[in-house]
């Protein structure tokens, strides 16, 4: 009764007050009446009054304050109303007694760690027990009696982020880790931790036990996930997990609610978010009041679920009311739209808008719960009348899509098992994902690979013959794939005498036109050549047609394909500009300069001695475009051709893609990939990806539950002996002895061995080494 009369006793509303600096973290006293700020430059202690907080009492005394002051973290003891103790960034942890009288109220000291020190922790019913955790990976237990620590614990990481007494457990305590891990602890024995387990990708900041449920207990990490552990069972369960849109920072279970609790993130977003994990995609309650990250959260009364008092980076001290906080549900879209993997629809709405509307002679009639609904209806749940914020209740139609309709997914499954990512040369990957698509009659994706590979890929590649031919190919060959060498050589048999009389005119020519003509090798990328009106289209596409009708392996032009404009003059010194015909009616006089054809060692087929245009289109030309056909293809659903062409091109254009968009398009391929459990096509995709978080995906740990050969029972994870039938599990049944290394088995009949010894025995024989009497097969 007198514990229900304190909450009873609790009012107020939401109210705020501005701190001398941004906090770290706080926390309340056992009354609920006072609440302790602590920060590297402002430790205070307010009073929870009805019209707002009142300051009480300054803690920062002393001309030049030192680093014992700047707190990483606070403690007030649920036990004894005047001790608190606080973490330093220096390494310190300090206790303070608010009943000494002096001003300074600072008690013990201890400076055991090395490193910053980043949570501090009360025992819940002992009075002169604190643990701490610090940055140097240790944690340590002190007796409040004593000067020095009772027993120093080594968790074998970097950093020690977070320590939590367990509630109902008098000698266990959590603890999360930079590495991921979360580690349980009995304080009697220091030299090894009772349990550890990898609970988040990345760093865990933050743990809290559930404070009705002995076994549940709720993590934050990096990762932006906030997960609930069963810990009461032999082996960890993960029983609920949250997404949210930040790394979370604080986690703290809400009173009287078991499936409530409360977070905040520690960059990027402000808000403090309630949670019910059972339904974890949307929060149950959201305070938005900090303009700053929240860095720390309580509630005010471990009985009162209704006031949560935060501080944050903006120097401002909140008292929240639950009554006051926005419900997201209110402004969520409570339509939905979802395809299925063969085409099937689902459409979640309102069940008013699912139902019939009145007709006009039906106005004043009231309307039927039920409706007239034109396909089956399936509800999720009822709403709960207990709830403070009521749930919302949709209605679900579902459309079949007819066998053998267009929207099958064959094709999506057909082109991800066929395409080729890696492994051959770009010109070959792209040949081959054309005639993939093609076959597939999928004819625009087969003319994009085909573009990518004409666009991208070299010239004098040997191992495709699609540039030489167009009979062959279809494709009109480059202008610069043509040997220059050999072309040389039969215009030198044709023109022997005049090349004679001019070859010191045209080498003159050259020498004085070098600035405004690049000559390359033929073992260069493809680059495309424009003059001033030398060909036009036609001239260029007759003169391929002759070379074809040849069919002469050397690509020998005749001299008539090129008519000179004039008489290549005699001027070795300088050449004079020749003045074009009057009947040209390409360049006037004024603008043209000589021009003439070299047979020397170049691919230039037309040499120009001032362009208009740059003579060169490197693969960097082509990247604007190839950027918005991308684009074009993830906007029309088509995810699958952008991931391929990001990988077969790679550092081509990557670089012009932000990296969230190329995270948004992997994960979505990704997605549908395992959708259609297309597990190996996906692992490759993943592999080949050059994004963090896409890699990181196969980079978690993998789990395997063995079961004991001989009984059938789960086994443990601390030998290979079974417990229960004291037989040893991993025998390989060739050679009989202990497999320590790569296990193989038959999911048939569950024998196995070592991997060599299987292998070698289904060379000779297909029944089970073990004598079972099963065909076995390695695949």
């Known amino acids: 009764m007198e514990k229900m009369t304190k909450v009873s006793a609790i009012s107020g ?5 501005h701190l001398d600096a941004p906090a770290n973290a706080i926390s309340v006293c056992r009354d609920a009446t006072q609440v302790v700020v602590a920060g590297r430059n402002i430790f205070k202690i307010y009073g929870l009054e009805e019209d707002g907080f009142v300051e009480r009492l300054n803690l920062r ?30 390494g310190a942890v300090v206790t303070w007694n608010l009943a000494r009288p002096c001003r300074n109220k600072q008690e013990q000291l201890f400076t055991e760690h090395k490193r910053t020190v980043n949570k501090v922790c009360f025992h819940p019913t002992e009075v002169n027990m604190l643990l701490s955790g610090s940055q140097d990976g240790f944690m340590k237990c002190f007796d409040l009696r004593k000067k020095e620590s009772v027993s120093t614990f080594s968790g074998q990481s970097e950093s020690v982020r977070d320590v939590q007494f367990s509630m109902k457990d008098y000698f266990t305590f959590a603890a999360s880790f930079e590495n991921g891990n979360v580690q349980l602890w009995d304080i009697r024995r220091p030299d090894r931790y009772e ?4 609970a988040h990708t990345g760093p865990v900041f933050c743990c809290d036990w559930h404070p009705e449920d002995r076994g549940w207990l709720a993590t934050g990490g990096r990762d932006k996930m906030v997960k609930v552990w069963d810990m009461s069972t032999n082996r960890v369960k993960e029983i609920y997990c949250v997404q949210t849109i930040a790394s979370v920072a604080r986690v703290k279970w809400r009173p009287e609610r078991r499936y409530h609790l409360a977070t905040c993130s520690m960059m990027v977003d402000h808000n403090i978010y309630v949670w ?32 949560l008092l935060s501080g944050s980076k903006d120097s401002t001290l909140y008292q929240h009311m639950f009554k006051d906080a926005s419900r997201p549900v209110d402004r969520a879209n409570p339509e939905g739209l979802c395809f299925g993997l063969f085409g099937d629809l689902a459409f979640a709405a309102k069940e008013s808008l699912m139902t019939a509307p009145p007709s006009v002679g039906d106005v004043g009639r009231k309307t039927y719960p039920g409706g007239d609904r034109r396909y089956p209806i399936f509800f999720f749940k009822k709403p709960d009348v207990t709830a403070q914020f009521a749930q919302v209740s949709s209605a679900l139609s579902v459309f079949e899509s007819e066998a053998g309709s267009s929207v099958g997914m064959d094709w999506f499954i057909n082109t991800a098992q066929s395409y080729l990512l890696s492994g051959k040369p770009f010109a070959e990957l792209c040949e081959h994902n054309a005639q993939v698509a093609k076959k597939l009659n999928r004819l625009q994706e087969s003319t994009t690979w085909t573009m990518l590979r004409i666009m991208f890929s070299e010239p004098a590649n040997p191992s495709l013959s699609t540039n030489h031919n167009l009979n062959k190919s279809g494709n009109l060959p480059l202008v610069n794939s043509f040997s220059m060498k050999e072309m040389s050589a039969a215009l030198n048999e044709r023109n022997k005498e005049n090349r004679q009389d001019n070859i010191h005119s045209l080498e003159t020519n050259l020498n004085n036109n070098d600035e405004n003509e690049e000559t390359e090798g033929s073992e260069g990328q493809a680059e495309y050549l424009f003059g001033d009106a030398e060909l036009d289209d036609d001239d260029l596409y007759s003169m391929e047609h002759d070379n074809q009708a040849a069919e002469e392996p050397e690509y020998l032009l005749p001299q008539e394909a090129f008519p000179l404009r004039h008489e290549i003059m005699d001027h070795p010194s300088a050449p004079e500009p020749v003045q074009e015909k009057p009947e040209s009616p390409h360049v006037s006089g004024s603008e043209a300069e000589s021009t003439c054809l070299t047979p020397m060692e170049s ?39 952008a991931v391929s062409v990001l990988i077969v091109l790679g550092d081509r254009i990557r670089k012009e893609i932000d990296e969230l968009t190329q995270e948004h398009w992997y994960m979505s391929y990704i997605d549908l990939l395992q ?17 963090g978080a896409i890699m990181c995906l196969n980079q978690a740990s993998t789990t395997l539950h063995i079961n004991c050969s001989n009984c059938k029972r789960p086994m443990s994870n601390k030998g290979w002996i079974c417990d229960r039938c004291h037989q040893c599990a991993s025998v390989c049944a060739v050679c009989h002895h202990v497999v320590k290394g790569l296990f193989v088995w038959c999911q048939g009949c569950s024998h196995g061995g070592h991997l060599e010894h299987v292998m070698e025995w289904l060379k000779q024989s297909k029944h089970c080494p073990a004598g079972c009497g099963h065909l076995c097969e390695y695949t």
Not at 62 to 88: I, Y
Not at 195 to 198: K, L, V
Not at 277 to 305: C, L, M, N, S, Y
Request: proline share 6%; with cysteine.
């Open 276 to 307: 019910d994990v059972r339904r974890p995609f949307i929060p149950f309650a959201t305070f938005e009041e900090h303009k700053d990250v929240t860095t720390g959260i309580v509630w005010r009364h471990q009985h009162d679920p209704y006031f």
């Open 61 to 90: 005394v002393g001309r030049k304050p030192s680093l014992n002051f700047s707190c990483a973290d606070v403690m007030w003891h649920q036990m004894e109303e005047n001790l608190l103790a606080t973490a330093a960034t220096n």
């Open 675 to 691: 959708r259609f459990e297309l597990w190996n096509v996906s692992n490759e995709v993943i592999k080949l990806s050059t994004c």
């Open 195 to 198: 349990r550890m387990f990898t």
């Open 603 to 641: 691919i230039s087929l037309i040499s120009v001695s001032q362009l208009l245009f740059s003579p060169h289109l490197p693969p960097k030309f082509f990247c604007p475009i190839v950027k918005e056909m991308l684009c074009y293809y993830a906007e029309q659903g088509d995810v699958q051709m």
């Open 13 to 17: 509303r939401t109210m705020f007050c």
